[in-house]
């Protein structure tokens, strides 16, 4: 079979799904409806690398088959969801990726792929239908080698800049410990070299993190530096940041949380784990019993219960919190993103929301 498809979505079914989209998310706010607008899917659990903070390789998981994979695609492209970011573990370790990549994009559904990039030479023309592909990417050689292990940081540039040529989306995605909290000119220049704009989290002690994850914490004073950077030059239209400036803002306020918009979990959101298994999100884990995915995926969605999270500091979904919020910014962030998505990528462009 041939896995590839048009990462351009067709624009009437794109926006129907928009239309539909922007009701749901007024439903939710003021109504209480709740609609699986945005979905996180962890497709595997299993991992090429093993990262200092992350403990998913270890989860135990199983995956689910290729014929339980694809019908739960099929699911989530009929509940109307406006975007599936398909993560794990490492997505490209199934080798089913372009098939659940092709079931969703069919429907005209925006999908976002979140890779470390090892793998992304080899399988690129099966995924290269992804609307949008997210490589991990922890800062210069010797601080991302350190955390993700020696090589690892010249084969995820290879990967990002494989998938440049090919004419993808490419966005980089950092995650902020004491290593590199202090490397933010480190990230532009490796920005401008790599032609694609950063997104930053800092590491916290989230139900997937590895028991050491603590220990790279970067010291608050530090971080609320480098986010004070960050959002001058955002402010600045420097286009080699993702984040925007609310999102910013609220990341530097870690570890001190604060939902000032609402949260989405389970609401407008959804998070998938390896086996099937339906969460608000990735925070529920071990918190409250998910729902099983097996009898479809939209009954999955109406049998959660939303309920705030502990903390929110992934960039994502603090973004997800503020469109729910119906912040002025985080709507018009929505509004370039889908406009950047109805246009052909072209190669050495930046191809990020332009918050």
């Known amino acids: ?202 590491v916290d002690a989230l139900p997937l993190a590895a028991p050491g994850a603590l220990d790279l914490r970067p010291d608050p004073g530090r971080l609320r530096a480098f986010m004070d950077r960050a959002i001058e030059a955002k402010r600045q239209g420097d286009p080699r940041l993702l984040d925007s400036v609310p999102c910013l803002r609220t990341l530097r306020n870690w570890p001190r949380y604060r939902l000032a918009q609402g949260c989405c979990a389970g609401r407008i959101f959804a998070r998938i784990e390896p086996d099937g298994s339906l969460y608000g999100c990735g925070a529920h884990i071990g918190v409250v019993p998910p729902q099983p995915t097996s009898g479809g995926f939209q009954a999955a969605f109406d049998r959660l219960v939303a309920r705030d999270c502990r903390s929110c500091w992934c960039d994502s979904e603090i973004e997800m919190n503020l469109l729910y919020g119906l912040d002025p910014s985080a709507l018009l962030h929505a509004v370039r993103s889908v406009a950047r998505f109805t246009v052909s990528a072209r190669p050495g462009a930046y191809r990020g929301p332009g918050r």
């Not at 975007?83 to 999908?111: A, F, N």
């Not at 540039?157 to 410990?177: D, F, K, P, S, Y």
């Open 1 to 202: 079979m041939d896995d590839r498809v048009d990462a351009k979505p067709p624009s009437g079914l794109l926006a129907a799904r928009l239309a539909i989209g922007a009701a749901s998310v007024l439903g939710a706010r003021f109504l209480g409806r709740r609609a699986p607008l945005l979905v996180g899917w962890a497709v595997t659990g299993r991992c090429d690398l093993r990262c200092a903070y992350c403990a998913r390789p270890d989860d135990g998981r199983s995956d689910l088959d290729t014929t339980a994979a694809l019908a739960l695609a099929e699911g989530i492209a009929r509940s109307g969801a406006i975007q599936c970011s398909l993560t794990g573990g490492e997505p490209l370790l199934r080798r089913d990726i372009g098939q659940i990549i092709r079931v969703l994009r069919k429907s005209g559904m925006l999908v976002g792929l979140n890779t470390n990039g090892r793998l992304l030479p080899e399988r690129i023309d099966e995924v290269a239908g992804a609307s949008v592909v997210t490589v991990s990417l922890d800062g210069p050689r010797d601080v991302h080698d350190a955390i993700r292990g020696t090589g690892s940081h010249r084969a995820a540039v290879e990967g990002i800049r494989c998938a440049v040529r090919r004419g993808m989306r490419v966005q980089l995605h950092a995650v902020l410990t004491d290593r590199n909290v202090d490397r933010f000119d480190d990230f532009l220049r490796l920005s401008a070299d790599l032609g694609a704009p950063f997104g930053f989290a800092p």
